[in-house]
T-cell receptor
Framework: KAGVTQTPRYLIKTRGQQVTLSCSPI?????VSWYQQTPGQGLQFLFE???????NKGNFPGRFSGRQFSNSRSEMNVSTLELGDSALYLC??????????????FGSGTQLSVL | SQELEQSPQSLIVQEGKNLTINCTSS?????LYWYKQKYGEGLIFLMM?????EEKSHEKITAKLDEKKQQSSLHITASQPSHAGIYLC???????????FGAGTRLFVKA
């Protein structure tokens, strides 16, 4: 089975721009979660999608949004980029039937640099 | 909201030595996960503990869950350079959060 695939691997943007990141989960997994990782804040939960619906949401501003398609692939969008959005964005997939007690499978991440 | 505190923040050990990493929760633990991350990469699942007193092992890594203390420990025996990386504990969040994570422990193993 192919693992979780995130594209692109690296991205450089300037302040004020917007960016879209993509995540393809493991085949058969219906839940996709997104995390932001920075040296200062660690790994912070952004949101989780299950069967095309946002099931859980972290404490991030509305500039961060996401969606999930019928094939479980997910995209995350950040609008009006700020310098502080520079981070490693990780997505994780799981079967999703149980919102808890689930092993997460992570992609390699997208390293976003905002200049 | 629940928080997970890990200690130590970083650790440098000589190859062959044993080490322990701790994870303490601010709220009752109903389950705890351990993941390992290589720098700039995604996380790799190590093990999940669901019951108080539960202990699991994977190769030379052993983890225990102490529900009363709201704590888990990860022990590595006879460390090797391949053990180097960031170890993160995680727990299912409350209030609509998916899995939340501690800040991580950076492990360096000197050959």
């Amino acid at each position: 089975k192919a693992g979780v695939t995130q594209t692109p691997r690296y991205l450089i943007k300037t302040r004020g721009q917007q960016v879209t990141l993509s995540c393809s989960p493991i085949s058969g997994h219906r839940s996709v979660s997104w995390y932001q990782q920075t040296p200062g804040q660690g790994l912070q939960f952004l949101f989780e999608y299950f069967s095309e619906t946002q099931r859980n949401k972290g404490n991030f501003p509305g500039r961060f949004s996401g969606r999930q398609f019928s094939n479980s692939r997910s995209e995350m969008n950040v609008s009006t980029l700020e310098l502080g959005d520079s981070a490693l964005y990780l997505c994780a997939s799981s079967l999703g039937a149980d919102a808890t007690n689930e092993k997460l499978f992570f992609g390699s991440g997208t390293q976003l640099s905002v200049l | 909201s629940q928080e997970l505190e890990q200690s130590p923040q970083s650790l440098i050990v000589q190859e062959g030595k044993n080490l322990t990493i701790n994870c303490t929760s601010s709220k009752t633990l109903y389950g705890l996960y351990w993941y390992k991350q290589k720098y700039g990469e995604g996380l790799i699942f190590l093990m999940m503990l669901q019951k108080g007193g539960e202990e699991k092992s994977h190769e030379k890594i052993t983890a225990k869950l102490d529900e009363k203390k709201q704590q888990s420990s990860l022990h590595i025996t006879a460390s090797q350079p391949s053990h180097a990386g960031i170890y993160l504990c995680g727990a299912d969040g409350t209030g609509g959060f998916k899995t939340i994570f501690g800040a991580g422990t950076r492990l360096f193993v000197k050959a």
